[in-house]
């Protein structure tokens, strides 16, 4: 079946280079799998979890959102933000939903709204992806 090689870097460093096996990722339309020699494509991610087996093992990480672009057997992610499970800070993540939660209950604060439920959504999802390592 063979592997497509894939590499997911942020501004400040690379989360992932490895040969992988399948890669499931979070596109803004929904879910979307990738297998070696895939078709090209370029697609805007959402916040959400990404998938990928090596070796016969399934990991995730978060992604913050950002671009996937698959060609000639290479993926390239760019996301603004992404963690492996293990590099995860729940306590952060947990301090970060909370106060996004207190800023979208600041009714008044309307501009920010978009921000805050972007902020929620990520807080929520690393502790969703913290909880599966
Ligand atoms: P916070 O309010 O806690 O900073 P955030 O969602 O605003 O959360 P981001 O802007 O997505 O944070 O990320 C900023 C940097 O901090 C990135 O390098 C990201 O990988 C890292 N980061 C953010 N939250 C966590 C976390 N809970 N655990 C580990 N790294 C984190």
Known sequence: MGTLQLEVV?????????????????????????LPQHVSLLSAL???????????KDATIFISGGFADVNNNVMTVLAESAEQASDIDAVRA??????????????????????AEAALQRAIMRLNIAGLR
């Not at 460093?13 to 992988?20: D, F, L």
């Not at 890669?23 to 879910?31: K, L, Q, R």
């Not at 959402?46 to 016969?56: E, L």
């Not at 947990?94 to 921000?115: F, G, I, S």
């Open 46 to 56: 959402k916040i959400g979890g990404m998938r990928y087996r090596v070796n016969g």
């Open 10 to 34: 942020t501004p400040d460093k690379i989360v992932v280079s490895a040969e992988a096996e399948m890669v499931v990722c979070p596109g803004v339309a929904g879910e979307f799998g990738v």
């Open 94 to 115: 947990q301090a970060a939903r909370e106060r996004a939660e207190k800023r979208l209950a600041a009714r008044d604060e309307v501009v920010e709204a978009p921000r």
